[in-house]
Structure formats: structure tokens, C-alpha cells
């Protein structure tokens, strides 16, 4: 599931200039729509804040 860099920080407790630096480092990737997989997210930064953003499919 694609979410959007703001969902994708908010949900997981970091910024969005994190987010961003990790995708510039080449160490997230975002898909074409510019929205990062909660996969990714979770293989970076481990579990979200709250469980409901990996439920909502």
C-alpha cells in the first residue's frame, strides 16, 4: 500500500525532511506516483506509531 510522504511521517513519528533524506541517500525509494510503500517504510524505520496505517488496505 502507497502512502503520501506527509501520511508516511506522521504515522511513524518522523519528519518529512527524514523521509526525504533517506529517499535522496537511496536508502527509501518511492514509486512513480511519488508515495512511499508502507513496506519500505517499515523496513527503514520498523513499526508505525499506530497499527491502523498498515490495516487499511
Known sequence: MNISV???AKEWGV???????KV??????????KKIDT???LRVFGEPLSKNVLNNH
Open 15 to 21: 519528519s518529512r525532511t527524514t523521509i526525504y533524506q
Open 24 to 33: 535522496n541517500d537511496g536508502e527509501l525509494s518511492r514509486a512513480a506516483d
Open 6 to 8: 506527509t501520511k508516511a
Open 39 to 41: 513496506a519500505e517504510m
